[in-house]
Structure formats: C-alpha cells, structure tokens
C-alpha cells in the first residue's frame, strides 16, 4: 500500500483550518463553548496557521467530564480551537487513508455505521450455525500511542505532519492517572502502562481507534480466513459453521492482539454461542429477525422525555425523538408543538 507525501501543508492552511471550524460547528452551534469562540475564530484560526507552520502547536489542557449512563466513561472535552486542528487533520488524512481500512469495519465511516453493522450482522445471524463476540479490555486507555505513531507512519512519510499526530497524541498523556479516575473506570493501580492511552472524545481519537486495528481486520480475512467477521471499533464477532474453528480463531486474535498492539481481550475465554437465540450487540438486542433496543435504553429515554416535556423544552424533545429515532433506524423525526 503507498504512504501518503506531503500533507501538512494542506492541513496548516488557512483554507482548511476555517472549513474544518465549519465542520466542527455542526450540530453544535448553541454550545456555549461553541458561542464563545466564534467572536474570536477569525483571530484564532489565523493564529493557529501561524502556530502550525513555526511547529508551535501546543494543545491545551483537557476538560475531564465523567460520564455514568448508559455506562461509566471519561470524557475528554479538548478546547474548541485544539479539537477545530482534529477536524482539519481528518479533513485532509482520512480520504487519503480511510479507503485501505477493511471493509468489515463499519463504526464512524461514511457508508458504515450502526445500521450497517446490524444487518450484515443479522445477515451472518440467517446463513451461519455458530458466533463468537469478542471485544478490548478497555480500549481506549490500553491504545499505545507509539504504537499507534508506528501505524500511521506505514501510511504517511510527511514529518511535519507525523509530528503533528504526535503532539495531539500525547496531549492525552496523563489523563487517566487524575486524581480518583482509575477508582471511577474501576482500573487497577498501574494501568494503563506508560505509553498508553488516547482520550475519549475526541474525533482524532475515534479515528484512530478505527485504524489501530485495521491490521486485526486483515489478518483475520487473510490468515484465519474467517468465514464471516465484523468489527465495530473495538467490539467484532466471528461467524461460521465450525464451532472448533471459531475456538481455535479467538485464540490467535488473542496472540496477535498481545504481540501486535499490546492489547487483551476483554473475555479471553469467550463461549461460542449458536446463532438461534437473540443476543445483546452493539447496545441492541439482535435476533435472525431484527433488532431492538434494550429496555434500559427505552426506560431512560422515557424519563429524559417526560422530564424535557414537564420543562417546557419542546425543542429539545424533538432532538431526543429524533435521536433515539436513529437508534431504530427510522430517519425521519415528527414535528412537536
């Protein structure tokens, strides 16, 4: 596969940094972080270019959120102008890398997605006998970052730009060692290790959660030359109609997960399972017939519901309809009021 040359200047430039701004406005206008900026974007996006071009970047400090439903996550909210330089590093790399990504991965793609996933999912459900779903022990924390600096080197040969990734990378060193967060993921004392560890919430970070296991996914069709396989960031599953095959498969995924990017399964011993019965995936419970969501899920948008309906906030009802509307499938939202 031939790396890409030169792109950082396509990356610094003004053009860019101001269209990925736009982009990153999207759906977020009435943010109050959003509203704040936009008075001083012009004035920081040119400085920023300036910053870029004398190899002065330097992101700023993370706002750590943590989050308890629908599971416990650290959120890492960057400051508006470090996360406009995520978009404007997506904008330029991701058309040139995307496309050598598998096409058994479906999160965060144009194309892809969560509905894609599920029908090829239910799709494998109708034609095999046998399953196995498989994920990462906390992916996000476990992610070397030379690793993954390593990665994207076998792609890109631009230094300014391989820098670049370097200094967003590092930027979320240390996140994961604040005070009392390892109590509130329930890590143990000592992980992750030094080295490790990208931070959620970031689009830099979803990106490259997608290729740091795109050698996972061709490994998998090429090697183990599994009948039907899925990944969906850190969660994938394998299908086929020999349960002993599947066995012998997990195993190896296990080894090159350990040898290739320091990583572990979450359930090393994962049962294979028929693919009869309804089974839990991608936060949906999925049968031979279709999915739904779990009734967690319908109870808590029940209570945000009845609570934005007591308030008054019309508005906000038809952005949590339209939501989980999306979560079915279903893309068209009502109109309320």
């Known amino acids: 596969m031939r790396r890409v040359g030169e792109v950082f200047g396509a990356i610094a430039a003004l053009e860019n940094l101001w269209g990925a701004w736009r982009d990153f406005q999207r759906g977020k206008r009435g943010r109050p972080a959003v509203q704040r900026f936009r008075p001083q974007a012009a004035e920081v996006i040119v400085r920023l270019t300036r910053d870029l071009v004398a190899g002065e970047y330097a992101p700023f400090p993370y706002r750590l959120l943590r989050i308890t439903t629908p599971k416990r996550r650290l959120i890492a909210a960057a400051a508006v102008r470090d996360r406009v330089v995520h978009h404007a590093v997506h904008r330029v790399l991701a058309p040139l890398l995307d496309p050598g990504l598998s096409a058994q991965t479906y999160a965060c793609l144009p194309g892809k997605g969560l509905h894609r996933a599920l029908l090829a999912f239910i799709a494998g459900f109708r034609r095999y ?137 979450k359930d090393p011993g994962a049962v294979v399972r028929g693919c009869a019965a309804e089974v839990l995936y991608l936060g949906q419970r999925v049968s031979r017939v279709g999915w739904r969501p779990r009734g967690e899920t319908m109870r808590r948008f029940e209570r945000r519901v009845r609570g934005l309906v007591a308030a008054g906030d019309v508005e906000a009802v038809e952005r949590s309809v339209a939501s989980y509307r999306g979560v079915l499938g279903l893309r068209r939202p009502p109109t309320l009021g």
């Open 129 to 265: 006998r046998w399953h196995v779903h498989l994920d990462i022990r906390a992916y996000f924390p476990s992610v070397d970052r030379g690793i993954l600096l390593e990665v994207m080197a076998r792609r890109v040969k631009d230094r300014r730009a391989l820098a670049l990734l370097g200094t967003i990378a590092e930027s979320g060193a240390g996140i994961y060692e604040a005070p009392g967060v390892a109590e509130f993921l329930g890590l143990e004392p000592g992980f992750p290790p030094a080295g490790c560890g990208l931070p959620i919430g970031n689009l830099t970070s979803q990106w490259w959660g997608n290729h740091y296991l795109a050698g996972l996914d061709h490994f998998v069709m090429r090697e183990l030359k599994a009948p039907f396989y899925q990944r969906y960031m850190d969660d994938f599953v394998l299908m086929g109609d020999d349960a002993s095959a599947l066995e012998r498969q997990r195993e190896a995924i296990a080894r090159w997960l350990a040898a290739e990017r320091r990583l572990t399964l």
